[in-house]
């Protein structure tokens, strides 16, 4: 059983930067193919970015193209997104999810485990 925990979100002014983490715990994520996916208040989940287990495949939403990165740390079981330049359209609870298939989807009915989420704020 895969269990997620994630963390780093918060309160930040447009313009600044995050760093949101998930831990990883009960399987190696060397085998897993991660995805962060975010939902705004009244909208709908949408993803955000993913890594591939297989030779580290990226893939990002267009709207954070440029500006967030997806990383995984293998020894501490840990995937990151480094969120920059955000403005208070980013706000959501972003929700970090897993599952073992190798390609990145952007479906989250696909991805079978998730984490609790964490709140991050944008303010003008």
């Known amino acids: 059983q895969v269990q997620l925990v994630e963390s780093g979100g918060g309160l930040v002014q447009a313009g600044g930067s995050l760093r949101l983490s998930c831990a990883a715990s009960g399987h190696t994520i060397r085998s897993l193919t991660m995805g962060w996916f975010r939902q705004a208040p009244g909208k709908e989940r949408e993803f955000v970015a993913g890594?591939?287990?297989?030779?580290?495949?990226?893939s990002y939403a267009d709207a954070v193209k440029g500006r967030f990165i997806i990383t995984r740390d293998s020894a501490e079981n840990t995937v990151y997104l480094e969120m920059n330049d955000l403005n208070t359209e980013d706000t959501a609870v972003y929700s970090c999810?897993?599952?073992?298939?190798?390609?990145?989807?952007?479906?989250?009915?696909?991805?079978?485990?998730w984490g609790q989420g964490t709140q991050v704020t944008v303010s003008s």
């Open positions: 890594i591939s287990w297989l030779a580290d495949r990226t």
């Open positions: 999810a897993a599952k073992r298939q190798s390609s990145v989807t952007t479906t989250g009915g696909e991805y079978g485990y």
